[in-house]
């Protein structure tokens, strides 16, 4: 009996609890709000999401009734409250931290997570190996690095550090509007699949490197904004919003040159008008004939090229499948990696393409001008006569200051050490030519790094001096190849930089515009001169065997410029079988 007491006590104590414990649970119960019905897809899986989220408007293959939210967004689809339906949630599925959960999934697209992850567009590793390389922190530059290393590794040098605050918003790591203050259009860049296949729908305004749409101005409007859309078919925008730096191949393209910085030419006592993303100016000059003729990026550019094939690539020529030939042949639609493309095939006995975008037909033509097809030009590439212009960017000078800090835009931290960049000078004509193996190629400088370091004190300590040529195809094509004379005659063509080049008593010599900086104690090569006359290289090539052309071929170059006032033509009588060393019957050579 003496228990008695104590159970009763321990009943008056919990008793108040539990019936506030049920008195919670009936009265959430009466509170909640639930749905009249399930929701569920067209395969019948219970979809909640779809009670609350009934405006949103996808492509077909993701519509909502038949993919529903969660396989994309994750969360908790059975959840009929907010909070618990979001918990877990991710905004952009494309991430790649999280798109083996999302769009990899079996079903969707399993095989695609680990080829764009070791594709060059998310690794960087051509990027990073070749600026280690060049900056003397690696033996070759091949080194198997990437951004998902770096990410994981934290790791960091000076070469790195640069490529940290400077370079490291260009790649498919970076999640999308993570860099607060940032111009718009930079800030969508990456976010993983999405960086290419999200669209917004049509007339729906959007940032482009030309122009920015103000940011939602009430809170109701940013919330009413259009889900985007998931397409296949990847604009050219999208491709641009990326490749308008370096090689700027992408502003190219459209036929978009960034200017020099004057903001010229002025319009009614103001800056120019046509700007840039990132407070640049632009000149609006020759587009690329495929452009011209309204041909999108990846009409020309293969899915594995781009996404990448699963091999983890060092270099960008390693994973590029497309050349000139791949289309402009007699037999056309065939890579150089032996694949077929799915946009070429033959009608009327003649060989289209077809627009991925437009769906319109383009016949394909092969070379027919001598001046392709001469043995004279074998070792010339198609880019090498019909690129008009290339962005030629001069002298970078790049200086770290400890004294401050900058934006790591991989850890989205200041960390000490700030750094900026300047160019001497920026020009766009004459493309300049070098052999790239047993290519001839267009070359730019890429890059002609003039380093200073300063101290926590504000002291100099040290710096150094790397100029670099870079091979490039800078997708300026046009259907009418080059003069000659812009070849033969021309010093800045063949890397000898703008001057004036003569022969006096069976001799070469060449007198050289730039002349030159002091930098580091030494003074350095004119910028644009990759070549002395006599053929020794003034500076790198960007590959092991890209190098300028030797003297030997260059007085046979210059030679034929000596002729082209009477022989004007590649077709000319006097270039059949054409021997270097024949003495012309009328003309007396210096």
Not at 425 to 448: F, H, S
Not at 452 to 471: Q, S, V, W
């Amino acid at each position: 009996m003496a228990r008695t007491p104590r159970t009763l006590l321990s009943t008056l104590i919990f008793l108040p609890f539990i019936i506030l414990l049920v008195g919670y649970l009936v009265f959430r119960e009466q509170t909640v709000e639930r749905p009249q019905q399930l929701a569920v897809t067209t395969d019948g899986r219970v979809e909640m999401c779809l009670n609350c989220h009934t405006r949103e408007k996808l492509d077909g293959a993701h519509d909502t009734l038949v993919v529903g939210c969660s396989p994309c967004h994750l969360g908790d689809s059975l959840a009929i409250g907010k909070k618990e339906a979001h918990r877990g949630m991710v905004l952009n599925p494309g991430d790649l931290r999280v798109v083996e959960r999302t769009c990899s999934v079996e079903g969707c697209h399993p095989a695609d997570a680990h080829k764009v992850k070791n594709s060059l567009m998310a690794t960087n590793r051509g990027i990073l190996a070749t600026l280690l390389y060049y900056w003397g922190e690696r033996e070759h530059q091949n080194a198997d690095i990437s951004v998902e290393q770096l990410l994981k590794s934290g790791e960091t040098s000076l070469a790195i550090d640069y490529f940290r605050k400077l370079c490291a918003t260009c790649h498919l790591w970076k999640q999308k509007n993570d860099l607060p203050g940032a111009p718009a259009f930079f800030n969508e860049k990456g976010g993983g699949c999405s960086a290419c296949h999200y669209v917004l729908p049509p007339g729906v305004p959007r940032n482009t490197v030309t122009s920015e749409v103000p940011p939602p101005a009430t809170e109701e409007e940013r919330k009413n904004r259009p889900h985007p859309l998931v397409v296949k078919q990847v604009p050219e925008d999208n491709c641009i919003r990326c490749h308008n730096r370096s090689g700027r191949i992408g502003l190219s393209y459209v036929g978009l040159f960034e200017a020099e910085g004057y903001g010229t030419p002025y319009e009614q006592g103001g800056l120019s008008s046509r700007q840039l993303a990132g407070d640049r100016f632009y000149l609006k000059i020759a587009e690329d004939i495929h452009h011209a003729r309204q041909m999108a990026c990846i009409d020309c550019h293969t899915r594995d090229e781009i996404m990448g094939d699963g091999k983890n690539y060092a270099h960008y020529e390693e994973q590029l499948e497309i050349t000139c030939r791949t289309c402009h042949d007699v037999k056309p639609g065939l890579t150089r990696k032996g694949n077929r493309l799915t946009n070429v095939a033959t009608e009327n006995g003649r060989f289209v393409l077809t627009g991925k975008i437009d769906g319109k037909k383009r016949e394909l033509r092969p070379p027919k001008d001598l001046a392709c097809s001469g043995s004279f030009h074998q070792r010339v590439t198609c880019a090498a006569c019909h690129s008009t212009w290339v962005p030629q960017c001069y002298g970078c000078h790049v200086k770290r200051d400890k004294r401050e800090t900058h934006l790591d835009k991989l850890t989205l931290k200041e960390t000490p050490g700030w750094w900026e960049e300047g160019r001497s000078y920026i020009r766009y004509e004459k493309p300049m030519l070098a052999v790239w193996a047993d290519e001839v190629v267009v070359v730019t400088p890429g890059c002609q790094d003039l380093v200073t370091l300063i101290d926590e004190k504000g002291e100099n300590e040290g710096g150094f001096n790397r100029f670099t040529m870079a091979a490039i195809n800078p997708h300026t094509i046009q259907a009418k190849g080059r003069d000659c004379k812009d070849c033969h005659a021309s010093p800045k063509t063949v890397g000898l930089g703008e001057g004036t080049v003569m022969k006096k008593d069976g001799k070469w010599s060449f007198h050289p515009v730039d002349r030159g900086v002091h930098s580091g104690g030494e003074r350095t090569p004119g910028f644009d001169r990759f070549v002395t006359i006599d053929g020794t290289p003034l500076q790198h090539g960007s590959r092991k065997d890209l190098r300028p052309f030797n003297g030997d071929e260059l007085h046979r170059i210059l030679r034929v410029g000596l002729c082209l006032d009477c022989h004007r033509g590649a077709d000319d009588p006097a270039y059949r079988n054409y021997d270097p060393k024949r003495p012309c019957p009328v003309f007396t050579e210096p």
